[in-house]
């Protein structure tokens, strides 16, 4: 990461979150899959996906929420942790596709002792198009 870590104090609301950039292989997928053991064919057999409607193998739906918590924990670097994580998958990511994760500060708050910042976090494709939206929140350790 070549950023300073977010501070509680410095950080306003509308403030981006630095962008995250992965695009999906074919191994990935298929690694993916086994390690989650996900059988389901659409996620690694090319064929099949195709004549299930898709461009393609698709990409799981909980890789790209991984790609969007990676993208938060990449940005929080020490300074904090992830509490919460939500996304929908809108459209189909497939190998070759360049997906970009990115987020914004929505709200600050403070709850008890915990600094808190929820976040509205998407992924979208090289097109532009909106793969995934989402929501995240962040605790500050500061």
């Not at 991984?66 to 670097?77: E, G, K």
């Not at 939500?86 to 497939?94: G, L, M, N």
Request: glycine share 8%; aromatic share 10%.
């Amino acid at each position: 990461m070549s950023q300073s870590m977010p501070l509680w104090d410095e950080i306003r609301e509308g403030d981006e979150i630095p962008p995250l950039v992965k695009r999906p292989t074919y191994i990935q997928l298929f690694m993916f899959s086994a390690i989650t053991w996900n059988r389901h064919l659409i996620h690694y057999n090319s064929e099949f996906a195709r004549h299930d409607g898709l461009p393609d193998v698709a990409t799981h739906r909980a890789l790209i929420g991984n790609f969007l918590a990676q993208m938060l924990s990449d940005w929080l670097a020490q300074s904090g942790k992830i509490t919460r994580v939500e996304w929908s998958v809108r459209s189909t990511a497939v190998p070759g596709d360049s997906l970009t994760c990115r987020g914004k500060v929505l709200q600050k708050r403070i709850e008890g002792a915990n600094k808190l910042a929820e976040c509205e976090i998407w992924v979208e494709n090289q097109r532009g198009d909106l793969v995934a939206p989402g929501k995240g929140e962040v605790m500050f350790f500061d």
